[in-house]
């Protein structure tokens, strides 16, 4: 039973287009992440949410659009995608209130963004 | 802010070779350190952690022993195998919600 799933794994579009990646979390936790990975491997966090909560938002454009439905999901959506977006995009969920700084993330197998 | 630097790769070693990747960082207060390695065309996962100075993480015979004075978190292993070929990456949190901040990464390669 996967702890945290991202669909689609795959997702090629064109410029222009509006997308949306889905994540789920099965492990109970509160809080949720969104890593972008350039294909250098350079991990960026994007956002993070605690129960339905924005906590921090690292300077995304705001082509960019989290949703948190409940605490098990988080989506992204992405509006007017660029070629620059192309990017594998992994969600992360770690156990954790304000005060963690210790525990285990676990991570998404990504989803790969192809704008072409 | 806070930061994390990793030596470039990639790394290439015969199998049985020693592994060491550098790791520094730069923190505020006392962060917890960690490694995580993503196998190719998976996600991260965690390989070993360490929450406070002098304290030493291992697992699946990787070590690494965090380093106040020299804000250093090197991961090592006595013998690598191809197995072992991966991106590992150097990790601190910071801020709460155990938010990670990641090194760029060292691609390792292990050939027979």
């Known amino acids: 039973d996967t702890a945290v799933s991202q669909t689609p794994k795959y997702l090629v579009t064109q410029m222009g287009n509006d997308k949306s990646i889905k994540c789920e979390q099965n492990l109970g936790h509160d809080t949720m992440y969104w890593y972008k990975q350039d294909s250098k491997k350079f991990l960026k966090i994007m956002f993070s949410?605690?129960?339905?909560?924005?906590?921090i938002n690292e300077t995304v454009p705001n082509r960019f659009s989290p949703k948190s439905p409940d605490k098990a999901h988080l989506n992204l959506h992405i509006n007017s995608l660029e070629l620059g977006d192309s990017a594998v995009y992994f969600c992360?969920?770690?156990?954790?209130?304000?005060?963690?700084?210790?525990?285990?993330?676990?991570f998404g197998q990504g989803t790969r963004l192809t704008v072409v | 802010g806070n930061s994390v630097t990793q030596m470039e790769g990639p790394v290439t070693l015969s199998e049985e070779a020693f592994l060491t990747i550098n790791c520094t960082y730069t923190?505020?207060?006392?962060?917890?350190l960690f490694w995580y390695v993503q196998y190719p065309g998976e996600g991260l996962q965690l390989l070993l952690k360490?929450?406070?100075?002098?304290d030493k993480g291992s697992n699946k015979g990787f070590e690494a022993t965090y380093r106040k004075e020299t804000t250093s978190f090197h991961l090592e292993k006595g013998s690598v195998q191809v197995s072992d070929s991966a991106v590992y990456f150097c990790?601190?949190?910071?801020?709460?919600?155990?938010?990670?901040?990641f090194g760029a990464g060292t691609r390792l390669a292990v050939h027979p």
């Open positions: 360490a929450t406070k100075a002098d």
């Open positions: 990790a601190l949190t910071s801020g709460g919600y155990n938010k990670l901040i």
């Open positions: 992360a969920s770690p156990r954790g209130d304000r005060e963690a700084m210790n525990t285990e993330a676990f």
């Open positions: 923190a505020t207060g006392y962060p917890s």
């Open positions: 949410y605690n129960n339905k909560e924005l906590i």
